[in-house]
T-cell receptor, first 116, second 117 residues
Framework: AQKVTQAQTEISVVEKEDVTLDCVYETRDTTYYLFWYKQPPSGELVFLIRRNSFDEQNEISGRYSWNFQKSTSSFNFTITASQVVDSAVYFCALSEYSGNTGKLIFGQGTTLQVKP | EAGVVQSPRYKIIEKKQPVAFWCNPI?????LYWYRQNLGQGPELLIRYENEEAVDDSQLPKDRFSAERLKGVDSTLKIQPAELGDSAVYLC???????????????FGPGTRLLVL
């Protein structure tokens, strides 16, 4: 069965600190996508990144970086030099190719609070 | 480009009353999803449409929930009658992918926050 676990419920950091959000997933498929979404207080889920199961290259986008490791079934997200505007709930999600459902399986979310 | 539009943003009703939520997806997106997000949880899929066809409604509680997407664009999700446990945020999302393709990225609307008293 597919499952996404975000063990960190809440994280609090001071501005300019680096922070890593953990994501561990379970799937029997060999082909799948992983996503990170940000949900600010306004409620809208904002897409951040997608990776497919065949591309283990790490990715960096500005202050954001992602570390995908199939060997440990993890897809961790790091924010460098955090800012107050990064405060939000962050969700990791999994989409399996088989069954062609397009269904996203979300983790419980990690609430990040960045204090000035 | 306009994002996914949802209305209303907030709704407060008494139990046993009906309620409806509306969603307008991103232009050109033929796949539409309705999710429910309970407090402190990640969203869970209720139903997925490919154009006007509901292709996955296995998670929709059909005794009280219904949905439609008559012309393959806008969609309405209805609850009748509402129960206390239906209090949640109802999110609509859309994507470009069609049947047989790997799912493209889903773009979400702001959601409708429902409170049932």
């Amino acid at each position: 069965a597919q499952k996404v676990t975000q063990a960190q419920t809440e994280i609090s950091v001071v501005e300019k600190e680096d922070v890593t959000l953990d994501c561990v997933y379970e799937t029997r498929d060999t082909t799948y996508y992983l996503f990170w979404y940000k949900q600010p207080p306004s409620g809208e889920l904002v897409f951040l990144i997608r990776r497919n199961s065949f591309d283990e290259q790490n990715e960096i986008s500005g202050r954001y970086s992602w570390n995908f490791q199939k060997s440990t079934s993890s897809f961790n997200f790091t924010i460098t030099a955090s800012q107050v505007v990064d405060s939000a709930v962050y969700f990791c999600a999994l989409s399996e190719y088989s069954g062609n459902t397009g269904k996203l399986i979300f983790g419980q979310g990690t609430t990040l609070q960045v204090k000035p | 480009e306009a994002g996914v539009v949802q209305s209303p943003r907030y709704k407060i009703i008494e139990k046993k009353q009906p309620v409806a939520f509306w969603c307008n997806p991103i232009s050109g997106h033929n796949t539409l999803y309705w999710y429910r997000q309970n407090l402190g949880q990640g969203p869970e899929l209720l139903i997925r449409y490919e154009n006007e066809e509901a292709v996955d409604d296995s998670q929709l509680p059909k005794d009280r929930f219904s949905a439609e997407r008559l012309k393959g664009v806008d969609s309405t999700l209805k609850i009748q009658p509402a129960e206390l446990g239906d209090s949640a945020v109802y999110l609509c999302a859309s994507s470009l992918a069609g049947t047989g393709m790997i799912r493209e990225t889903q773009y979400f609307g702001p959601g409708t926050r429902l409170l049932v008293l």
